[in-house]
């Protein structure tokens, strides 16, 4: 029999569907889940209490200061990404200093990101959505397209493009000469990305921001940029500048990937709800969530 935590507590929606949390609420011997979102780091320690097992999603944070006020912990399960401590919403080294076990996840809703990009390009692109980028519609055959970001995401938005017949150009932290080779995409500096782009759409991790008021200048006019990030890929002051100019695009499918005073412009374009939400990858995050505690709780002692 597996063994159970003594008070599991999600301090805020999981966005998981209802059958789900009370699969997880069934991994403690007691459980509490709430439904809206802790203003505050008081508020945050006031739910969790004694729990020795805390789950959270990517909308509040778990930090050096809740860490310390809520010693019980044990696990705390991420409902969302998790790349590494510089980008997760959990102080990831002080949970590792008092030994507490964190887990995320990966990859669980990159299918709707990729239908995202191309839904809302093609309509931009066409005019469908009674804006048009040019004075004629256009197609993505042979467009110039930049990805900043060569991960899960970044990968099948260039494949996704390469297929639709754009030229694909990408810039990361590491170069892949054997994606460049399979998918006939060419890796570029940052520097010649921008000026090769005539979309631009980042694929990064949350809080990195690559993209400053020189390199909106290196990007130019006449272009567009997708951020498929939950956050910010820009300087929010540096955009805004940038959309001054006539025939300049942004599209995001979440205020919180834009800023909300970009999200207010009329050429930026968020759709407010999130693309790698879907029911399908609601239901992949569930399942990794789950396996993650199971895995903990196979090994775990009390």
């Keep these: 029999m597996i063994n159970k935590f003594k008070k599991m507590v999600a301090f805020e929606p999981t966005k998981l ?25 008081s508020e945050i320690i006031q739910r969790i209490g004694n729990a020795d097992c805390v789950i959270l999603s990517y909308t509040s944070s778990i930090d050096r200061e809740v860490l310390n006020a809520c010693p019980r912990i044990r696990y705390i399960g991420m409902c969302c990404s998790l790349y590494g401590p510089e980008s997760a919403n959990v102080d990831i080294r002080s949970a590792t200093d008092k030994g507490v076990v964190v887990t995320g996840v990966r990859d669980y809703g990159d299918e709707g990101v990729k239908e995202y990009a191309i839904s809302e390009l093609v309509r931009l692109l066409h005019g469908n959505g009674g804006v048009m980028w ?73 809080n990195v921001v690559l993209l400053g008021a020189r390199e909106f200048g290196l990007f130019g006019s006449g272009k567009i940029l997708m951020n498929t990030s939950i956050s910010p890929s820009h300087e929010i002051p540096a955009l805004r500048d940038w959309l001054k100019t006539s025939g300049n695009y942004v599209l995001s499918d979440t205020t919180a990937g834009l800023g909300e005073e970009i999200a207010l412009l009329p050429n ?35």
């Excluded at 949390?21 to 780091?41: H, K, M, T, V, W």
């Excluded at 399908?280 to 903990?296: C, S, Y």
């Design 17 to 41: 569907p209802p059958e789900w949390d009370q699969r997880l609420a069934g991994y403690a011997r007691s459980a509490d889940f709430y439904r809206s979102i802790p203003e505050c780091n």
């Design 134 to 206: 040019k004075d004629e519609p256009a197609e993505l055959t042979d467009l110039n397209i930049g990805i900043v970001g060569l991960g899960a995401v970044g990968s099948i938005l260039a494949r996704t493009f390469r297929f639709f017949g754009a030229n694909i150009y990408y810039f990361s932290r590491t170069r892949k000469p054997e994606f460049e080779e399979a998918n006939d995409c060419t890796y570029l500096p940052l520097d010649e990305l921008l000026a090769q782009s005539e979309i631009l759409i980042t694929c990064l991790n949350k």
């Design 268 to 302: 930026a374009f968020c759709t407010s709800r999130s693309a790698g939400l879907t029911s399908l990858a609601k239901q992949r995050l569930a399942q990794k969530v789950i396996a993650n505690i199971e895995a903990f709780l196979s090994v775990s002692i009390e």
